[in-house]
């Protein structure tokens, strides 16, 4: 079955940056879109932002956009999301998620394979 494993989260300060990872298994990523989502105690899961197949066009979610960089490696059959001037209110566990049709698609219900999380934690 598809495996989707994230790593690279951790504690860090305000304004401090992490570069999340996901590793794909039994799935080539390679013409298909990939996701972030990320979802906060209480709170529903939310899109982070999306990266097209071809790893040249991404959609990110306005709450993040500038602050984060999606990217890929199809040979590599990986995923990355850089985290930079991050916030208390970034605290979340971050997901990678494949599989939409829809490229352009923050709807968590889009996408049929998700990760497990790794967890992110900013503190003020």
């Known amino acids: 079955q598809v495996q989707l494993v994230e790593s690279g989260g951790g504690s860090v300060q305000a304004g401090g940056s992490l570069r999340l990872s996901c590793v794909a298994s039994?799935?080539?990523?390679?013409?298909?879109?990939m996701a972030w989502f990320r979802q906060a105690p209480g709170k529903e899961r939310e899109g982070v932002g999306t990266?097209?197949?071809?790893?040249?066009?991404?959609y990110y979610a306005d709450s993040v956009r500038g602050r984060v960089t999606i990217d890929r490696d199809n040979a590599k059959n990986t995923m990355s999301l850089q985290l930079f001037g991050l916030k208390p209110e970034d605290t979340a566990m971050y997901y990678c998620?494949?599989?939409?049709?829809?490229?352009?698609?923050?709807?968590?219900?889009?996408?049929?394979?998700w990760g497990q999380g790794t967890q992110v934690t900013v503190s003020s």
């Open positions: 998620a494949a599989g939409s049709t829809y490229c352009d698609s923050l709807n968590a219900a889009d996408f049929p394979y």
């Open positions: 039994r799935y080539t990523i390679s013409g298909n879109c």
């Open positions: 990266i097209y197949p071809g790893g040249l066009v991404t």
